[in-house]
Nanobody, 114 residues
């Protein structure tokens, strides 16, 4: 079973940037499409970005042009670079496959506030 560990969340001012990382155990990781999801208080978890094993990317309209997803299969890791952050980006961010196949990690809190 793949285990996922997210990191990099923080408190940042509107307009700022953050870089999130997700480390996955197990080399089987590299065959899956991976995604970054987020869950804001009182809202359902949503997919914000995904990347196939050969690097094809897709983004939710709400983050398109501001977020960039990437992966390093050699390191069993997936990343999310977030720029021009807005208060509505505040959420706990998680990584998982798409579709979801693995247990959720603990997530990493991103708070965008002045």
């Amino acid at each position: 079973q793949v285990q996922l560990v997210e990191s990099g969340g923080d408190l940042v001012q509107p307009g700022g940037s953050l870089s999130l990382s997700c480390a996955a155990s197990g080399s089987i990781f590299r065959i899956y499409r991976m995604g970054w999801y987020r869950q804001a208080p009182g809202k359902q978890r949503e997919l914000v970005a995904s990347i196939t094993n050969d690097g094809t990317r897709n983004y939710a309209d709400s983050v398109k042009g501001r977020f960039t997803i990437s992966r390093d299969n050699a390191k069993n890791s997936v990343y999310l670079q977030m720029n021009s952050l807005k208060p509505e980006d505040t959420a706990v961010y998680y990584c998982n496959s798409q579709p979801i196949l693995f247990y959720w990690g603990q997530g990493t809190q991103v708070t965008v506030s002045s």
